[in-house]
């Protein structure tokens, strides 16, 4: 089966009642997790962003305190799925100062973990990269907004 264009998908829903377009979401929401927490964002934490930041830093904390801390394999392992589940929240906002809130409170969290993360390398490559993505992101904000984030990082560093 060849998958439509966007273009396509846009032209096609544009002519679907409201009520075929709610039964089209609802069974879209049934087959993946992703699309039933990205309907979730959009219908009821949109709205308060500063919620669902706070939100997602206590699942972050969470999962950072329930890692298997009996050999780096596993710390690198449980790392490597906490920030893909930061970044798939930070996809569903879209929102610059979403990421760099999250990527920041997971470099804290990744700093303050016990073991410490200097004790191996591809930790450290992993709370470099994500500083780096941190500076990139930061650059392209409000020049106040720049400066306090800055401020964060160098503390953070």
């Known amino acids: 089966m060849?998958?439509?264009?966007?273009?396509?998908l846009k032209?096609?829903?544009?002519?679907?009642?409201?009520?075929e377009l709610l039964n089209l979401c609802?069974?879209?929401?049934?087959?993946?997790?992703?699309n039933k927490e990205l309907l979730t964002?959009?219908?009821?934490?949109?709205?308060?962003?500063?919620?669902?930041?706070?939100?997602?830093k206590k699942e972050i904390e969470r999962e950072f305190h329930v890692i298997n801390t009996k050999s780096y394999f596993y710390i690198r392992k449980s790392v490597r799925k906490i920030?893909?589940?930061?970044?798939k929240y930070i996809r569903y906002s879209k929102n610059k100062?979403?990421?760099?809130?999250?990527?920041?409170?997971?470099?804290?969290?990744?700093?303050?973990?016990?073991?410490?993360?200097?004790?191996?390398?591809?930790?450290q490559n992993i709370f470099?990269?994500?500083?780096?993505?941190?500076?990139?992101?930061v650059s392209s904000l409000h020049?106040?907004?720049?400066y306090d984030y800055k401020l964060e990082i160098k503390s953070l560093i």
């Open 128 to 137: 470099n990269r994500q500083i780096l993505l941190i500076e990139k992101v």
């Open 97 to 123: 100062e979403t990421e760099v809130e999250l990527l920041l409170y997971f470099c804290y969290e990744l700093r303050e973990m016990s073991p410490s993360m200097k004790g191996n390398l591809t930790l």
């Open 11 to 19: 032209n096609e829903l544009n002519h679907r009642s409201p009520s």
């Open 41 to 56: 964002y959009l219908l009821f934490e949109s709205s308060n962003e500063h919620a669902y930041i706070e939100s997602i």
């Open 143 to 146: 020049e106040d907004l720049q």
């Open 26 to 34: 609802l069974r879209l929401a049934k087959f993946k997790k992703e």
């Open 83 to 87: 920030l893909r589940n930061t970044k």
């Open 2 to 8: 060849k998958t439509a264009t966007l273009r396509e």
